[in-house]
């Protein structure tokens, strides 16, 4: 077998079978930010296409990539982060990430608006909850994001970007229930 078959086979493999390793890895994990099946998934075929010229024959097509998919949910499961708990100094960066979308938060009412951002948070899915937890307010880079949890930096971003749209549109919805009422 030669490097060539080991790419089409697993090529074929994971167009084939792309479904059921999604189902495997989410009946071991449940989704969040380091835990997205489809992210695992993913990560798991980057590393064994970048590297499948370098293999030697795969005979075993199935049981390599399940083996890959279950090495990958143990690395997850290992750097599985702390919560975040509220305390008297989340109150300060729950102002200065209001003040992401609303200015300097001039208006009488700056607990309605932490209030109102906390709940649209709790909204927001796993994934983009942790993302905007792990970057705004525990101080994480994108980069020690990645190497924690084997998620590209551009994937974190992209999640960041969406949650702050999706806050966004949430908050100027509310902003605009208020102003009416």
Known sequence: MTNKENYNNLTAFFNDEYQS?????????HDSTERDA???VQDVALRIFS???????ITNIAGFVYNSVRNKIIDVMRTKKESVH???GLETQ???FAELFYGKADNSYPEELMHALKNAIKRL???YQDIIIAVDFEGYSYREIAEQTGI????????RHRALSLLSEYLETEKNKSIKN
């Open 21 to 29: 390793l999604k189902g495997y890895v989410q009946s071991k994990v």
């Open 38 to 40: 489809e992210d695992i």
């Open 51 to 57: 590297r499948s010229d370098d293999l030697s024959p």
């Open 86 to 88: 509220e305390s008297e």
């Open 94 to 96: 729950w102002a200065e």
């Open 125 to 127: 899915r796993s994934s």
């Open 152 to 159: 590209s930096p551009g994937t974190l971003m992209s999640r």
